[in-house]
């Protein structure tokens, strides 16, 4: 099938995560199968033997993160796929990722909980999970995409962004986009952006595995390259070696979060729809930000004046733009696939200052536009 001279692909989002992931330079997958992400690894499974890279199954998904950021230490692109329970079990080993800056990609396709909860069916309420999953203060980088060429170019997105500011990047899928097929037209190799890691240049024995006097994200180097290095989840110092000085720990952290939120300009990105003359605002993401679409369209047609706001980015939030969309609002509406948690963070944004509807639902059956609709109606 080919559209305007392009390959058309017929694919479920699972499967777009792994053919974006390999275009992107993955070339190691570490996981364990769990509904609903199942086919990520077993697409991996496939197309890694095939592209020189190596998958592993492992015997759950706490050593499949540790395979996973293993695996990036010494040089690889990395990616690991799960769902919400082995999101929970991945937890202890993502903090320790984040601690020794290891690049790699997470993804979660989100199902109903918590615990067992709902395995083949939808959800959106590992968001918060997502930005304070593990203990301790860090940054987190979390990617939502809600269309399957969108989750194309966000996994590739998620790769760069990984190997740019060195540090596990979440992407957050659901059941729902996982496993629903659409066409999508891979870019053609050469057209879209890749980033590698900074490598340490000079010899190996000047190394310093956490060198920052030339920025906030230390200059690589694999691995079994001869060069010295020393690997801890605890407090370190540039050499990687433990330490408890309070001011080194202070001046680190401080820079881990530099790095990211002093990015935000790179990293936040939203998307608008309608959004130009909008009187009524909603702010929704992921496979529910599908619906609002054709609950917005429907309002349109009955003369009510509303427009979206979709973050792609959810981590870090993009309140400046949330603010700036919701600031002469006469009321947003904040529809989402859980109990309520994008939700907070959008009041936080507008300052607590403006009306807000909230519509959510769980049970595993997706958010209706009829019911968004009914929302943006009763607010008109």
């Not at 305007?4 to 989002?13: A, C, E, L, S, T």
């Not at 540090?167 to 986009?177: Q, R």
């Not at 590698?196 to 920052?212: I, K, Q, S």
């Not at 939203?270 to 909603?282: L, N, P, T």
Request: glycine share 10%; charged share 20%; with cysteine.
């Amino acid at each position: 099938m080919s559209e305007n001279g392009h390959n058309v692909k017929f694919w479920p989002g699972n499967i777009v995560v792994a053919e974006a992931a390999v275009a992107a330079g993955c070339n190691f997958f570490g996981g364990y199968p769990i509904t609903p992400s199942s086919e990520i690894a077993h697409h991996m499974s496939l197309l890694l033997p095939r592209t020189g890279g190596h998958f592993i199954q492992m015997e759950d998904e706490i050593s499949a993160m540790g395979a996973t950021i293993g695996a990036s230490l010494a040089g690889a692109k990395s990616l690991t796929a799960t769902s919400g329970p082995g999101m929970s079990l991945k937890l202890e080993n993502l903090g320790f990722g984040y601690m020794v800056e290891a690049p790699c990609v997470v993804v979660n396709v989100m199902r109903g909980g918590p615990s067992t909860g709902l395995p083949t069916q939808a959800a959106q309420a590992d968001l918060m999970q997502a930005r304070w999953g593990t203990h301790g203060d860090h940054p987190t980088i979390a990617l939502a995409p809600a269309f399957h060429q969108e989750i194309y170019t966000e996994t590739i997105r998620a790769f760069n962004l990984a190997e740019q500011f060195r540090m596990p990047v979440i992407l957050l899928l659901d059941e729902v986009i996982g496993h629903l097929s659409e066409g999508v037209v891979p870019p053609e190799p050469g057209s879209f952006e890749i980033i590698n890691r900074t490598l340490h240049e000079g010899p190996v024995e000047d190394f310093v595995p956490y060198d920052v006097s030339k920025g906030d994200v230390p200059p690589f180097r694999p691995y079994f390259d001869g060069a010295p290095w020393h690997t801890t989840g605890l407090n370190h110092d540039e050499t990687g070696f433990p330490t408890t000085n309070p001011e080194q720990i202070t001046s680190d952290m401080y820079r881990h979060i530099r790095k990211v939120l002093g990015n935000k300009d790179i990293i936040d990105k939203v998307e608008y729809f309608m959004a130009d003359d909008a009187e009524i605002g909603v702010v929704s993401f992921g496979s529910t930000a599908r619906a609002a679409m054709a609950a917005i369209k429907k309002a349109r047609k009955a003369g009510i004046k509303v427009g979206m706001l979709r973050p792609v980015t959810v981590w870090p939030f993009p309140k400046d733009q949330v603010y700036e969309f919701g600031r002469d609002k006469k009321c947003l509406v904040v529809p989402e696939f859980n109990m309520g948690q994008m939700v907070y963070e959008v009041e936080r944004a507008v300052h607590f200052d403006r009306p807000i509807k909230r519509v959510n639902k769980v049970g595993g059956v997706p958010i209706y536009p009829n019911e968004i609709l009914a929302a943006i109606e009763e607010v008109a």
